[in-house]
């Protein structure tokens, strides 16, 4: 009876800790929405930094498969380049600078 009652003080006290520790700490947001427009564009549609970024010997051989205009209110617009070469598929950034971007 004795080590029963020790035991069932034990539980008591770690449940009681458990729920004081858990009503202190902060409660955090973890759900982040960014809401972001995208639009499917043409090769014509892209500035001509873009353009000539394309020229660029690393890019002159893929195939341009589909050109998406990007903007949020997080970030800077820009444009996602879905490629297909030799290496499979590749999906490439720009700003309308024509610089890439992550």
Do not use: R
Request: charged share 25%.
């Amino acid at each position: 009876m004795k080590k029963f009652l020790v035991y069932f003080a034990s539980v008591l006290f770690l449940c009681t800790l458990s729920l004081s520790v858990s009503a202190s700490l902060p409660s955090i947001d973890t759900k982040t929405v960014i809401q972001s427009n995208t639009t499917e564009i043409t090769y014509d549609d892209l500035p001509d930094a873009v353009k000539t970024a394309l020229q660029d010997d690393q890019y002159k051989d893929w195939k341009i498969e589909h050109i998406f205009k990007i903007s949020n209110d997080e970030y800077a617009e820009y444009y996602s380049i879905e490629f297909t070469a030799d290496s499979g598929k590749q999906v490439v950034n720009f700003d309308a600078e024509g610089n890439v971007v992550q």
